[in-house]
Structures are given as C-alpha cells and as structure tokens.
DNA sequence: TTTATATTTTACCAACTGGTAAAACTAAAG
DNA sequence: CTTTAGTTTTACCAGTTGGTAAAATATAAA
C-alpha cells in the first residue's frame, strides 16, 4: 500500500468538502467559520483539522476541484458541430449546472465578487485561453455566415449570466416567482433569445 | 433647532456607509468587521460605534438606502411610451448603474447569495410588487402585438443578469477582456440582442 | 468666558477565531 | 492478542471580534 486513503479518511474528507461547500458558498471565505464547517460535518473542530490543515487549504482545495468542473461545458463546445445546436447545448448544460449544483455557482460568484483573490491566476490562463479560443471559433462561425454577427465574447458573458443567475439569485427568482417553476421557463426563454440572437 | 445633524456628524455618517459599502460589498456581511470599516474611514472603532450603534445597524440602514436606488430604474419604465424603446431605456439605465455604482451591485448580489436574511421581506412585498406590475405592462405589449411575445418575468430576470454580470463578475471580465472597454461593448451588445428578441 | 453639549480616546470585556499539543481511544495487521 | 498506526477528544493559546464605560477633549451657545 502507497499511500491510498482509510475508508474512514475518505469519508470525512468527503463529508468536510460537502460541508465546507454549504458553508462558504453561503459566506464567502471571510465569512465561514472552521467551527461552522465542523458543525455542519458533524465532527469537533480540532478533528476536521486533523484532515485538512488550515481553513485556507479546505477553500483552495474546493475552489481547484470547481475549477474543472466549471469550465468542462465550454470545453465540449464543438468547432465542428452545427454553430446553433453547440451554443444552444452549452447554455442548456450551464443551465443545467446552475439547478444542479447551485452551491458550487454561489461559491464561484462569492470568490468572483470579492475580487477572486485566490484564483486569479485561474481566470488569467485557463479561463482566458480557453475563452480566446472558443470566441475564435464563435469568430470563425460568424465569418462564415453560419450564424448572426454577434460579439463572441459578449455573447460567452450573456450566456454565464443568465444561466448562473438561477442559481446565484435563486433567493429573488424564488420571491418573485411564488409559483412556477423557475428553471423550465428559463431553459425555453433563452432557447428563444438565443435562436433569436443566432439567426441569420 | 428639532434633531438636526450637526456637520460633523454628516461628514463623518457619510464617510462611514461610504467606507462600509466598501467593505460589505467585498466580504458581505458576515466577512466585514467594524474594525475594517472603522480603518478604512480613519475613525477609531469605538467613534464609528458612536455613530451608528451596531454592525448591523450600519448594513441595514445602507441596504435600505440602495433598495430605492436599486428599483428606481424598473419604476421608470412607462406603460404610455414606446415599449422597445422603454425596455431598452430600462436595461440602459442598469447598465449605467452598473458602471457607476458596482460596488452598490456587489452588495446587493453579496446579500442574496447569501439568502438575503435582512432584505427578503423587501424582495417578497416591494421587489414583487413592483415586478407583478411591470410583468403586466410586458404581457399587455405583447398582447397588443407592439413585441414579440415573451415571458415577461424571465425577461427582466434576463435583463438583471445581463447587466449586473459587468458589475459583479468585473474581476472576471477584466481577465477575459484585458484591452477593450467592457460597457462600451456591451451597450452595443445587449441593444442587438434585445432589439432581436422583442422584434415583432 | 463660561457652560452645556457633542465628539473622541483610552481602557476594557466576554465570546469567538484559527490553530496546536498531547493524551485517549479505535481499528487493523501480524 | 498484541502491536502499531490511524483517529478523536480534551485542554489550551494568542489574536480578533462586536461592543461598553468613562474619562478627556473639542465645539458652540449664552
């Protein structure tokens, strides 16, 4: 045996990463508390601490996990694939994101509001590389009149916008919205924007 | 002479939410502390304390403050005027204020992603008043076939997300966009979108 | 100039913060 | 069944937190 994880290690480890996500998506990194975190676990502060050695290292390892679940959508987006049906599949698997995993979207929009202090090296390199690229292809598709004239970076925004708005503003959606359900009303509103927008 | 604020007691309240919007925005509630916002308007903690009795006497007394600020532009919106020309009017004056009061943005995003526990009466009772009546106003343009039809809620949902994104998330924007003037764009941007989705 | 009032500072407090040391306990391998 | 390694608890610490009391100082009205 390397050095593979205990039943018993990966579970807590497990358990404190689920915690620390409800916490500090809640609070923001300032805001969330060890103690808080220990609580919602189940386990005695100095025991979390056994797993994880500082409050820091529990959000960078958080944060670093998110990362490449965060920008896995726009990966998929296909160069080869019909312009309308990959721009559409990426809102719809962002969309997607935001009801299923709301608390990561709150995470990522609480480091982003307080000035992404610990992964601004992420955004600066893989984000932007991965963004360059895609609005290049977004570029190539417009300069080949497969669809409308739109600016590729705007329109890589507008997308992250309204869809992590769901999840992020869910509290007023929710206020204003008593009744319906918000996410199927959504996943059609922007089928008809974007169609709207796309077309030539 | 009834309860008059003396000078000093303006010049130093005002330096004290202009220091306090500067803090809350970027740690939200739970990540401020009075010391923070006390240093960051070069009072001691105790003068600033002399001032406004609590921590939460100062969050609550800015967020009242930005609830008007923040509804104004939707109230605006005339039901007797052009209804592309007032909806685009409309997400204008958000985007303005995006651009000039970001910090007032953060904080009110900093408030609901933390499940606004000192507003939400705000959102159910003004917040949804005001959008049930604006909500119809949409629907009875679309009725009278003066727009597309479209979802009137998710419409001004699209029209927060859209325009508070270049104020929340402008850490992230910046790093995309490291030589261009985000609004410039974005103004040209969102009035081809919404020109697009409302066109009959 | 005196007096009353408003403002600021100093010194403090109890609760909470992130984190540590070491003892006590538990599980698993031999 | 013992030894060893892994896990949890207890007791603690120094710095920070929101907030107070009272003394000291500045301001302004009479």
Redesign the pocket.
Known sequence: ?V?R????????KDSIMNAALEIFSMYGF?G??????AKACG????????????????HVQLLSRLMDTWLDPLKEMDENGDPFNEIMAYVRRKLHMSKTLPRESRLFANEIIQGAPRINHVLQNDLKTLVDEKALVIQKWVDKGLIAKVHPYHLIFSIWSLTQHYADFDVQVQAVLTDEDPFENAENYLETLFSKLLAI
Request: avoid cysteine; aromatic fraction near 10%.
């Open positions: 045996m050095d994880e205990s039943r018993i290690q990966k579970r807590n300032r969330a508390t060890v103690d808080l975190i386990l005695s502060k100095p025991n979390l601490l056994y797993y994880f050695q500082t409050k820091e290292e529990i």
